[in-house]
């Protein structure tokens, strides 16, 4: 069935419902959409018949054109193993590979299941490391890490099993992440894991000779990610700089630990394996690992060595000197390694100096750093015996911090001098104004004087100037933690409370209002009129001579506006502090752009598209030029988003889709797999997906993305119900009607008592139910709804305005299919001339209301040349604008070949329905049922033209298996596949009576 999914929205709602007919069980519904993030106008997205059971499809007793063809656009898709994202190692790339291939090495271009090799990346011990590309369902490019065939015995295979597990289980930032496992067919285990372009920990702070507190707060994330794996029972064992990569985000370093393949789960009780045992570096191995303390088993305090160390290679820019390294050397070691301080004393004086300025510090105060406090911290990690070491990674990493902090450390000797040294460095301020205050006092008491006076009236200035930015933040608060809910229930209660004291006959009347009107639709409407104008008004008169706060205190009151479902109001408030910050802060600054980003989002959510592309267009270029920052780099992801979001609704749907999976491959290698913005981006890819046709992967996209954001963000955040939307809408769309319902009523639940009845998010989730209604035939209730949704939004937004249009499309696709498609005629005509007036006659939307009115003129019984005069007009387009695959311009054709058949052209007819029957067969899947309406369609055409046998041939084949169900047993979407095939039958039989 074709149905139109709407533009991206804020909320997903079925669209343009009445684009189909092709009959599948409850596909057909359309969306009705705003966009991702508000505005814009619908699309089409076809389904097909066949299969019994969910997802089959006959064909649809439907409300507009026919649309038959593949019944489940990526079928297959909840067979495939969903993206895990789960967290493992990564590798980074190496430049310089070799062009000669070691033997054994795969080709670039060899496909290990939905991954397709590119280059080799290093070989180790155990297999080998690829650079591929994922190919679905997102393209990135990934580590893959496979391992060698020779050593797949029962031990390795065991080994691997253990590792995968082990991955799975944890989830940090500073680890790095696997997608997948599997193993290939000739049997090699494999890995899709994280792509990490970085440099090792070490290398990454040198080359770019970063201050020593940079490097200890580097560091300490990294003890974060370890104390992550030692909570999981995982203890790395070969902690070093080579798997430790650092790469920047919203340039900011990101350390990334990798390569936990030797790790093992801790108290798992391979003891046995002595060479598993001893795995790692020995540079960086403790003395219990390397065997130097027997009978001790490694445990978390192993890690926290291997940390020592790397802390010492920050810090001294070289490893603990020979002698005191791991290994075998470390079996002769009688003492702990030299400090790190000594280690400097022992370079050349130039060098020591070198190193000092590579660490921002003079040599002086490096080496008091060292030898007061960080030697101690260095040597306590690496402590022989374990006992005496930090108990573990968060210990260390905490440490660091007291030590950052000016605070007293527990490795250092708690001396009264000590002590006291520290609190004086903590507090040298109020130290150093203590010692001006008494030199003051001994000796300038007229100076003294004169500073009193002063200081009162600096501290008058501070006191006012403190209490105005209360004042504005306190009004911003207000503003932005205005609950709708909680106020509509308040005016709800307070009027019940008023009547009960002063007219309690009258309680029965308010209840009859009230529950007819939503009461957080009254807050809403209040707090506009009230509050928000009253609250625009008084930043104008009381600020005026303080445009930097006045312009915050509008931005607060615009942003309460989006969320209030009010961003035709928000855009002017915007404009104005956007065209504000420019000429006093610059078109660059941060506060700037923030302010047009959210002019741009106000702008989208307005439907005005071509005004918000151009906005995000300037706003990148803009950003092009701003300091690279988490600040800029967040404002730079949002407008490519933006811009996005604007061509979809624009139509230019190639370009966006595109530009969205660019953006999620990009996010996937930054972000962890549950991180709420990359989710959000892959929903607006898969709602893209969905819209234009690739509703396999669309759904399968959302099944994944809506537990993740509810368990991430909680059941009612608003970016939770945006996923349960979409989701909703996909598993109609993918044919399975009841579980939509379900979802999509718990959906409308929270809608009604959040945001109101008449928000323009409610309204859109109340189309999308009425429209799944009507898939599952319960007619009365989904009319219903239509008529009241399209009330709300003509009374609201306008006549012409895009949800409007959608919703009286959507009525008249259920008028149309409650047989009385000559009613609906006038109303879907209306929707089309201001489809062909707002968006021009080229644009997707309208034309798949060209295609929809051409079947709602067959369905209505016109003559078959007005039929064929729209069909000449919708054709043509379909096939230009959409693709001759598209399902919409297969719609258009079979219109065409019925158009054919009840104009007494059988030949016409019979060749076009062989074609479609031929390419519907090919496109069917094992346990899918043929395609029922071009069966019938088929045999009339041929029994026309007497070729009886034929037609019998291809009646019991395709459509006689409807009919031999018995009634008590026919699902809804089956009793309406038999109502549309009496109606066609009835339309051909008037047909060929007007004719003789």
Request: a neutral charge; aromatic letters at 4%; charged letters at 25%.
């Amino acid at each position: 069935m074709i149905v139109d999914v709407g533009a991206l929205a804020q909320a997903v709602a079925m669209d343009d419902h009445h684009a189909g007919r092709a009959w599948r069980p409850a596909s057909g519904s359309g969306t009705e959409q705003g966009q991702l993030s508000g505005g814009g106008v619908g699309v089409l997205v076809a389904h097909a018949g066949g299969g019994r059971g969910r997802g089959s499809s006959v064909a649809e007793a439907g409300d507009g054109s026919f649309g038959y063809h593949r019944q489940r656009e990526g079928r297959g898709m909840s067979g495939h193993e969903s993206d895990d994202l789960a967290p493992t190692e990564g590798l980074r790339t190496r430049a310089g590979q070799s062009a000669e291939m070691p033997e054994g090495t795969l080709p670039p271009g060899t496909r290990i299941g939905r991954y397709r090799i590119e280059a080799l990346l290093g070989r180790g011990g155990m297999g080998e490391v690829y650079r591929a590309e994922q190919l679905e369902p997102v393209r990135r490019t990934v580590a893959l890490k496979r391992l060698h065939l020779k050593q797949l015995d029962a031990r390795h295979l065991a080994h691997f099993e253990i590792e995968r597990q082990m991955l799975a289980q944890m989830r940090h930032p500073a680890i790095a992440q696997v997608y997948d496992a599997g193993t290939t067919p000739e049997g090699h285990p494999y890995f899709a894991m994280e792509l990490i372009e970085g440099s090792p920990l070490t290398s990454y702070c040198e080359q770019r000779e970063l201050p020593l507190r940079q490097r200890l707060e580097l560091f300490i994330r990294v003890c974060e990610g370890v104390q992550h794996a030692h909570q999981k029972g995982v203890v790395h064992r070969d902690l070093k700089p080579g798997n430790i990569l650092v790469g920047e985000v919203d340039g900011r370093p990101l350390p990334k630990i990798i390569d936990f393949g030797i790790a093992t789960a801790a108290g798992r009780g391979a003891a046995g394996d002595t060479r598993l045992e001893r795995a790692g570096t020995p540079d960086y191995m403790s003395p219990e690992q390397a065997g130097l303390e027997d009978g001790v088993e490694v445990d978390t305090r192993s890690d926290v060595y291997s940390l020592g160390v790397l802390l010492y290679e920050l810090i001294a820019g070289r490893r603990p000197s020979a002698g005191a390294v791991t290994g075998e050397a470390v079996r002769t070691a009688a003492t702990t390694p030299a400090p790190p301080s000594q280690q400097i004393d022992t370079l050349a004086p130039g060098n020591a100096e070198a190193r000092a300025r590579q660490l921002h510090l003079r040599r002086r105060q490096l080496r008091r750093l060292l030898r007061n406090e960080l030697d101690w911290v260095v040597l306590k990690a690496m402590r022989r015996d374990r006992n005496e070491r930090y108990p573990s990674a968060s210990a260390l990493a905490e440490e660091l911090r007291r030590f950052l902090d000016g605070r007293p450390l527990s490795a250092v000797p708690p001396t009264r001098r000590y002590v006291w040294s520290k609190y004086l460095a903590r507090h040298r301020l109020g130290v150093a104004a203590a010692a001006v205050a008494l030199a003051v006092l001994a000796g300038l008491a007229l100076s003294l004087y004169g500073l009193r006076q002063a200081t009162a009236q600096r501290q008058l200035a501070e006191r006012r100037s403190a209490e105005l930015e209360k004042v504005a933040a306190f009004q911003q608060s207000m503003l932005e933690g205005v609950d709708i809910e909680a106020m509509g229930t308040g005016l709800s209660v307070g009027l019940r409370e008023q009547l009960r004291n002063t007219a309690p006959d009258k309680l029965p009347l308010l209840d009859q209002i009230l529950s007819s009107a939503s009461p957080a639709d009254l807050a809403r409407h209040q707090i506009d009129r009230q509050i928000l104008a009253n609250a625009l008004a008084a930043i104008e008169r009381d600020f005026a001579d303080q445009p930097a706060l006045a312009a915050d205190l509008r931005q607060a009151v615009a942003e309460v506006q989006l969320a209030l479902g009010l961003p035709h109001k928000a855009v002017d408030v915007l404009a104005g502090v956007a065209a504000w910050r420019e000429s006093s802060e610059g078109p660059g600054a941060i506060r700037t752009l923030r302010a047009r980003k959210l002019w741009a989002d106000a702008l989208v959510a307005a439907g005005r598209n071509q005004e918000a592309l151009a906005m995000a267009e300037r706003n990148l270029e803009l950003l092009a030029a701003a300091p690279s920052g988490q600040d800029a780099n967040g404002l730079r992801l949002d407008a490519e988003r933006t811009r996005a979001l604007a061509l979809f609704a624009l139509g230019e749907r190639a370009r966006a889709r595109e530009l969205l999976e660019s953006l999620v491959a990009e996010e996937s290698g930054r972000r962890p797999p549950d991180d709420p913005l990359l989710l959000n981006l892959r929903a607006d890819l898969g709602l893209a997906m969905g819209r234009m046709g690739d509703v396999g992967q669309a759904r399968a996209t959302f099944e994944d993305i809506y537990p993740r954001l509810r368990d991430a963000l909680g059941p009612e955040h608003d970016d939770t119900l945006m996923a349960m939307g979409r989701l909703a809408v996909m598993r109609v769309l993918d044919g399975d009607t009841e579980a939509a319902v379900a979802l999509q009523r718990e959906r409308v639940e929270i809608s009604l008592r959040k945001l109101g009845a008449e928000h323009p998010a409610t309204l859109s989730e109340r189309g999308n139910l009425a429209n799944m209604l009507l898939e599952m035939r319960a007619m009365d209730e989904a009319e219903a709804l239509m008529r009241a949704v399209l009330e709300a939004r003509a009374r609201l937004y306008g006549p012409e305005a895009a949800g409007t249009l959608r919703a009286q499309l959507n009525l008249a696709a259920l008028i149309a299919r409650r047989g009385r498609a000559g009613d609906a005629l006038p109303l879907e005509l209306q929707v089309l001339e201001a489809r062909r007036r707002l968006l021009g006659p080229r644009h997707p939307d309208t034309v798949f209301v060209e295609v929809n009115h051409a079947t709602t003129l067959h369905r209505a019984g016109r003559p078959p040349a007005e039929v064929q005069a729209q069909l000449d007009r919708a054709l043509p387009l379909a096939r230009e604008v959409l693709g001759a695959r598209h399902p919409q311009t297969g719609a258009a054709e079979r219109i065409q070949a019925l158009t054919f058949l009840r104009a007494g052209r059988a030949d016409l007819a019979e060749s076009l329905l062989a074609a479609q029957r031929a390419e519907a067969a090919a496109r069917r899947e094992e346990g899918d049922e043929p395609d029922v309406l071009l069966g019938w369609a088929h045999a009339e055409a041929l029994r026309r033209l007497g070729r009886s046998e034929e037609a019998r041939r291809i009646h019991a084949a395709d459509v006689q298996w409807l009919y031999d169900i018995p009634d008590a047993e026919l699902r809804p979407e089956q009793r309406g596949a038999r109502e549309l095939l009496a109606e066609e039958q009835a339309l051909l039989n008037a047909a060929s009576v007007s004719r003789d």
